[in-house]
């Protein structure tokens, strides 16, 4: 047992080292001397420093090997900063040295554990718990719970002499077993794309298309419509294994076993974490899959040490079909978000945002209604169709879910779905009240990429935005983000729709570079990035490079304030940050 704690340990520890490595290339150290502060960092052979904010709003060119400034002693001094080598850039970080008459203390304020974007990676981390737990009740797994207590009730049982504690010790090999299954395919993914493939994973149109079509097969088989299981050979031949050999193999062949015969219903629950782990960090699947296989490994350790609580479960029925097919819409619900992805990244506007949050009403609405018993599939028993008060309680919050999203056909925010849903700018239809209109002429000129969005004035192609910007002497708000962004969304519904934000908003021109835009350039453009020459062959790249070359990052959402020359009318950027106050007094007018 302790040979196995020790293999998990290492294995956790190998993708942690791996992720310091990619993404805490500076180190940092500060010195107080008399009166002024020597700021040193340390940047890792291969890496450029790009200073982009020391001090209030001193900006500075990139540096490599060491970086040396001495300033005016403060109380506080921030630096803002990221790291680019040939291959990426990190997202910018907040380094801050406080002194005081004696001596001086430095931290990081980003934390390193830090997917980009902003989201944590212990997020992942409890959405793989929260997938594990789902994944117990559904029908794969829920009936393998008793047949494994047997199993190793037998197993003990035939042991002469076998102990409690025994009993105990392989029940939490068994639960490390599986964990070190699951953990071990997060890192092959990790191991086998990389850091900066997996970002583009995870807003890659074809695998999006093909999560899109797993999820729609597999929910057409939870409602009943055939039955996905792998080879029964399979399952066969490691059950055998397992009651022919001893020791810890067999324990291990038995978590072989359990992983085989549940991943009909695990399959699309793990797939959708691992796409949604991809575009955050290097350890993010590693952690996605500490996190699932926990929760999954964790009733079945408790199962084997106490058999006895195995009678007071709910035996598989009627209850387990109906978690089935709620299971269904779910998915199905969230299928439409990995196309949606593909849609935009591939301008098909086959599905935007209205249609989107229409498919979204109907098919939590259909959801309601199976739970009130109004229609029923194949699968379903007589009794299941009476509505249980939990069926009825469901049903309500399914309804009342689906009211909620019927505004954002004519435009609401919607911001419980903004993660999901489309960005604004595809919506058709927009009702504004009280929207105030920028200060702004229609030229003459042909701008194909403007649009109106009550009274804000959009454009997706830099040089037409500030062309037209140029023409009404108007600032531009600059907004990098990308249609696989969940912060970009987020920040749209939570912040960029409010009122009180709009009525500054509108004083803008609004250009909107969209950096995972698949869109072919009429020519590609060759450039000089970090002494190696690149080919810009979409309208993504050409706007991820303009982000990277002109404002040192690459995460998103990234907004910058310019006038109508381009010159910088407000020297610090904002990034995600929900706080409107915070956001108000960012904006310059």
């Not at 490595?21 to 107080?32: E, H």
């Not at 980009?116 to 959405?127: H, K, L, N, R």
């Not at 969304?489 to 995972?516: C, F, G, N, Q, T």
Request: charged fraction near 15%; include cysteine; proline fraction near 4%.
């Amino acid at each position: 047992m302790k040979r196995l704690a020790t293999i998990l340990f290492a294995v956790i520890a190998i993708a942690l080292t791996a992720t310091a490595q990619i993404v805490q290339p500076i180190k940092w150290t500060g010195a107080v001397e008399g009166d002024s502060v020597k700021l040193t960092a340390t940047i890792e052979q291969g890496w450029h420093l790009n200073i982009i904010e020391l001090g209030d709003g001193f900006y500075m060119d990139e540096y490599e090997g060491t970086f040396t400034e001495t300033v005016a002693k403060a109380d506080t001094i921030r630096v803002r900063y990221n790291a680019c080598d040939d291959k990426m850039c990190t997202a910018p970080e907040t380094w801050e040295f406080v002194s005081n008459s004696d001596s001086g203390l430095a931290s990081n304020s980003d934390s390193g554990l830090t997917a980009e974007g902003g989201q944590s990676i212990w997020w992942i981390f409890v959405m793989g718990l929260l997938g594990g737990l789902l994944a117990i009740f559904t029908p794969c797994v829920w009936p393998i719970i008793p047949m494994t207590v047997s199993f190793f009730i037998k197993r003990g049982g035939a042991a002469k002499g076998t102990t409690n504690a025994q009993v105990v010790r392989d029940a939490i090999l068994y639960g490390l077993s599986i964990v070190i299954i699951y953990v071990g395919l997060g890192l092959l993914v990790t191991l086998i794309f990389g850091a900066s493939a997996l970002n583009a994973l995870s807003t890659n149109a074809v695998v999006n298309i093909i999560f899109f079509l797993i999820l729609v097969l597999f929910a057409a088989s939870f409602f009943g419509a055939f039955e996905i299981t792998l080879p029964s050979s399979w399952s066969t031949a490691l059950n055998s294994k397992s009651s022919n050999t001893t020791g810890f193999l067999s324990i291990l062949m038995m978590a072989f076993t359990l992983v085989i015969v549940s991943f009909s219903c695990t399959g699309p629950i793990i797939g959708t974490l691992l796409v949604e782990a991809a575009g955050k960090s290097l350890l993010a699947p590693t952690m996605g899959m500490l996190g699932f296989a926990i929760a999954l490994a964790l009733p079945f350790s408790l199962f084997a040490m106490f058999p006895s609580v195995l009678k007071k479960l709910p035996k598989s029925g009627g209850w387990m079909n109906t978690f089935k097919v709620t299971l269904a819409f779910l998915e199905l619900a969230l299928a439409l978000k990995f196309l949606s992805v593909a849609d935009l990244a591939y301008g098909w506007h086959i599905l935007d945002r209205e249609v989107f949050v229409s498919l979204w009403i109907v098919i939590f609405s259909l959801l309601g209604c199976y739970l009130l018993g109004l229609i029923s599939f194949p699968h379903d028993d007589e009794d299941q169709r009476k509505t249980s008060v939990p069926r009825l309680f469901l049903a309500i919050i399914s309804l009342s879910f689906a009211m909620y999203m019927v505004p954002g056909l004519w435009g609401a925010p919607l911001r419980a779905i903004s993660a999901f849903a489309p960005p604004m700018t595809t919506q058709d239809w927009v009702m504004t009240p009280g929207a105030t209109t920028g200060n702004y002429q229609l030229s003459t000129v042909n701008y194909k990429t403007m649009t109106n969005h009550g009274g804000q004035i959009t454009f997706t192609d830099y040089d037409e935005g500030m062309a037209f910007a140029k023409e009404n002497n108007m600032p531009v708000f600059l907004d990098f983000n990308g249609f696989g962004c969940v912060n970009c969304r987020k920040m749209e519904a939570a912040v960029l729709s409010k009122p009180e934000v709009a009525e500054h908003m509108h004083k803008y021109v609004l250009i909107s570079l969209i950096v995972d835009d698949k869109t072919k350039l009429e020519e590609p453009i060759t450039v000089e990035e970090n002494g190696k020459t690149v080919t810009l062959k979409t309208i993504g790249d050409k706007w991820s490079h303009m982000q990277r070359a002109h404002y040192q990052s690459n995460a998103q959402p990234y907004y910058v304030q310019l006038d109508a020359d381009g010159n910088r009318i407000v020297e610090g950027s904002y990034a995600y940050d929900e706080d409107i106050e915070k956001f108000l007094n960012w904006l310059k007018y």
